[in-house]
């Protein structure tokens, strides 16, 4: 029979790998927690409508990219649903935002998200099909300020500072503006028209974008594409005086916070709910899949999905991304995951005295060391070698020990064995783990 394997373009995280993902997820909710977000979970699945709404149909990701299935019907009555597996987590927020009515309370709402997303993109090295995200939204009525480019600025302060806490160095902070969705669908056309000449010149993609999404074209990485595309018109040119005068507040508020960034006008966003400020942080180490993350301001994807207005900007970081990012070496002293070995490694010397172990074990644990249990059955020498691989000290538990209540301790860092009492064991295990 042929064995089972994980599906193509997902993957098993194991430890002591999964160790640095919850290193990264424990920092990214420390720092979101000092900027005030608290955290959102919304449904793995959602109602394929909501995708097609605020992502796009025309979009790679509604368009190719998801998965979706017609939930079956269960009455007669019902009908069936289509449902999709969450491609991002933005839309699924500004849905809770709108269902919950949190614009009622006329506070902006700061939300965060860690958690799987899915999209059928050809694997390869930092794109799979189900990967992580860990993002974060700041959306409420523009009567809390979240139309402010304070805020556009806090958001990208804050990334600059959580990269720099995972030890991440020599990121990118790409910056643009698409400007109100009026001065993008002007955009759009202008693009269109100048492409009647150029796209025949183009790749194939290229010719097929330049009248179905020619936004699009800007993301082209073929190299030849690369001088025509810089020949065509740019974004900032069909922007409004509004659209202006927010980037340039933006920019200004980087600035004197000091977060480096460059501006990239072709930086439009695969995602079609983005207005004014676009941004994405990018690492040389990533090769083709360079963007650790990316986001911007989406001021009418509530009114699009029926709800109330209300702006607002975010980002989702690619935690796989980061993983990879930080395994090619970017690791730095203090951010690299402690070695840790087990406080203790029990050895009972005979299967009689497995749950005598068992229950010394408990004790330890409880106090709050990590402990391994050996096996009654295993040969002294056999412990001692599995011991030594994953813990500080071995405690050998045999019939004498047992009758006379004193433990014999090895601990392998400094070479010492020692006699210790069993009511003394968890301070003597203290005291040695504090030196
Ligand atoms: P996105 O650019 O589609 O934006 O994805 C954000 C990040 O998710 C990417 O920069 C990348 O690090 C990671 N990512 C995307 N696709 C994959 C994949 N197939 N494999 C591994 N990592 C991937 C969004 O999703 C928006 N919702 C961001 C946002 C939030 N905008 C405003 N608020």
Sequence with gaps: MATLKAVRGTRDLLPPETELWNRIEATAR????????????TPIFEDTALFARS???ETDIVSKEMYTWEDRARAQSEKAQSLTLRPENTAGVVRAYIE????????????????PQFRRERPQKGRYRQFWQIGAEAIG??????????????VLEMLATLLDELGIKGWTLELNSVGSSADRARYNEVLRTALVSVAPKMCVDCQRRAVTNPLRVLDCKVPEDQPLIESLPKIGDSLGAEAKEHFAAVV???DSAGVPYILNHRLVRGLDYYTR????FTHGGLGAQNALLGGGRYDGLSEALGGPRAPGIGFAMGLD????TLQAGDLNQESAPPQVALDAYIAPLGENLNAAALTLARELRRAGFNVELGDGSFRLK????????????????????????????????????????????AAFLATAAGE
């Design 30 to 41: 420390r720092v979101f927690a000092r900027y005030n977000f608290g955290e959102i979970r």
């Design 55 to 57: 992502v796009g149909e």
């Design 100 to 115: 919950h009515k949190l614009g009622e309370s006329g506070q902006l709402q700061k939300l965060y998200y860690i958690g």
């Design 141 to 154: 009525p523009p009567s809390s300020g979240s139309e402010s480019p304070l805020r556009d600025a806090e």
């Design 252 to 254: 200004a508020a980087l």
């Design 277 to 280: 400020t676009t941004f994405e």
């Design 321 to 324: 991304r980061l993983v990879l």
């Design 382 to 425: 056999k412990s001692f070698e599995a011991a030594d691989k994953i813990a500080r000290r071995i405690v050998i538990l045999g019939e004498d020990e047992l009758q006379s209540g004193i433990l014999t301790v090895k601990d392998f860092t400094r070479g010492t064995q020692t006699k210790v009492p069993r009511a003394e064991l």
